[in-house]
């Protein structure tokens, strides 16, 4: 065993010990003076501080890593390639990644600025997404609802309307949970109007207009849901022959009588037939609350 980590730190080593070289050799061609073949240097540059990245990379030595590959990058953006310098500033922005957050989402939206500029707006797309990931996943959710926004934007100007509305379902989603239910309801509900014009798309429409109407409930007004229900009915036909039509009524009808209980039996009984996910039971437990505090509220 001990051979073996000898034998793996002596390569770790050797592909340190190469990428220093190939940066000292990439910083002295850059240095070097050339009146006719500086797209050449660069080039060559480029090609020795992308090495270099790769092998720190290797070595998960992350912070040299990104370092090369800025390197690299600004080599593209002084050969003009403005796709590559994008490109490679995300490459380091994903190093970064793993030892600084700050530094990474300023080279992605770096780079993003950079795609914009160029009408490369589809993969400007891509790293919006991935700063937002980024965000949620630090648990900076307004930040990342901020980004998934921009992204979807940035696939509507390309026509990718399949990529927009995935990133929309995404938004509504974490809106819901932020106790947003106006802005979710709306994106449910244009989702699921979009989704009844082709025929595939009508299974998807009735879930959507099933999560609309749960967050309908979640304003704690039964009236408004039922008349929800009806206009979602009158979008699609088939939407009243459906289990969930008729739970979301059976919960109104609960809420209105502020009868807990037979809230609460109507959750579990149709929890039975068709299991709620973590985002459902979230919201129905806050129908529930509201149900006790609308009881509390009338004995007062």
């Not at 290797?58 to 796709?83: F, G, P, R, V």
């Not at 992204?151 to 929309?168: G, M, V």
């Amino acid at each position: 065993m001990n051979k073996k980590l000898e034998s793996k730190q002596k390569r770790k080593l050797q592909r340190t010990e190469r990428a220093d070289l190939m940066i000292q050799k990439a910083k002295k061609k850059m240095s070097s003076r050339s009146l006719f073949f500086g797209y050449e240097k660069y080039q060559e540059s480029f090609t020795l501080f992308k090495r270099a990245g790769n092998l720190y990379k290797m070595n998960t030595s992350w912070k040299k890593a990104a370092e090369a590959y800025i390197s690299a990058a600004n080599c593209q953006h002084k050969n003009k390639n403005d796709l590559e310098y994008a490109c490679y500033l995300c490459t380091a922005a994903r190093c970064y990644q793993n030892v600084s957050i700050k530094k990474s989402i300023k080279l992605f939206l770096k780079a993003i600025e950079c795609l914009k500029y160029t009408g490369r707006f589809e993969i400007a797309a891509k790293y919006q997404k991935q700063v937002a990931e980024i965000y949620e996943k630090s648990g900076q959710i307004e930040k990342a609802i901020f980004h998934y926004e921009k992204a979807a934007e940035l696939h509507e100007i390309e026509d990718k309307t399949f990529a927009s509305r995935k990133i929309k379902l995404k938004i509504a989603y974490m809106k819901a949970l932020q106790g947003k239910y106006e802005e979710s309801i709306e994106i449910y509900e244009d989702i699921a109007i979009e989704s009844l014009s082709f025929r595939s798309g009508k299974w998807s429409a009735k879930e959507y207009f099933y999560r609309a109407g749960i967050l309908h409930m979640c304003l704690g007004d039964p009236e408004l849901t039922r008349k929800a229900l009806e206009r979602y009915d009158e979008l699609d036909v088939n939407f009243s022959r459906q289990k969930e039509f008729k739970f979301l009524n059976d919960l109104a009808d609960a809420f209105e009588e502020g009868n807990v209980n037979k809230l609460t039996l109507i959750i579990k009984d149709f929890d039975q037939i068709h299991r709620f996910d973590d985002w459902k039971i979230t919201l129905l437990l806050k129908i529930k609350t509201l149900c006790k505090n609308k009881n509390t509220e009338e004995l007062l």
